[in-house]
């Protein structure tokens, strides 16, 4: 059901966002130089990398390591790169790991290859097993503030109450969360 769900809503969201896709693509294009696209590489179900597309938000060249882990973030955001990330609009590309089924709209959101800590705790607590998410449980209990052990927690939570119901709530509250900005901080 959950795949079937993931389909039906990830054609539908491409039909309804194809002009704002195109849109945002332009304005990625007008505001930098390089591609329109940041392929990272991501760890997804059963620990198997992926590569899971954004909309370019920083400047080439950028270490590929977890935005909070960078000195003065802020520097190697793009002239629209703020934007993007408070409105979440750099995540619209996500949308075809979704159709894919690398990712599902609701799910643990991907770790980069290199966060060996998240990695090891949730696979150590059976979350590994889980799909990628596009927005998760614990997305919307913290977002980018959440250290490593609690975001795992969370995840471990939406492993034991996952449902059809628990992922509708979930994607309600993201996307009062993405109109209200709420838990961005870059």
């Not at 150590?124 to 449980?137: A, C, F, K, S």
């Amino acid at each position: 059901m959950k795949r079937a769900f993931d389909l039906i809503a990830g054609v539908c969201a491409v039909l309804v966002l194809c002009i704002l896709i195109a849109l945002v693509a332009v304005a990625v294009r007008l505001t930098s130089s390089g591609p329109i696209l940041y392929w990272s590489d991501r760890v997804g179900r059963d620990n198997k990398s992926f590569r899971m597309p954004k909309f370019r938000s920083m400047l080439v060249g950028t270490p590929a390591v977890a935005t909070h882990l960078l000195n003065n973030p802020e520097h190697y955001l793009t002239s629209i790169g703020s934007f993007l990330r408070k409105s979440s609009l750099d995540e619209l590309p996500q949308l075809w790991c979704i159709l894919t089924g690398e990712m599902s709209f609701v799910g643990p959101r991907p770790a980069l290859f290199n966060q060996d800590d998240l990695i090891t705790l949730r696979t150590e607590r059976g979350v590994h097993e889980l799909i990628p998410g596009l927005t998760g449980w614990a997305q919307i209990n913290g977002r980018d503030e959440l250290p490593i052990p609690e975001k795992v927690k969370l995840d471990v939570e939406y492993l034991q109450r996952k449902s059809f119901w628990f992922d509708l709530k979930i994607l309600w509250m993201t996307t009062l969360k993405v109109l209200l900005r709420d838990g961005v901080s870059h």
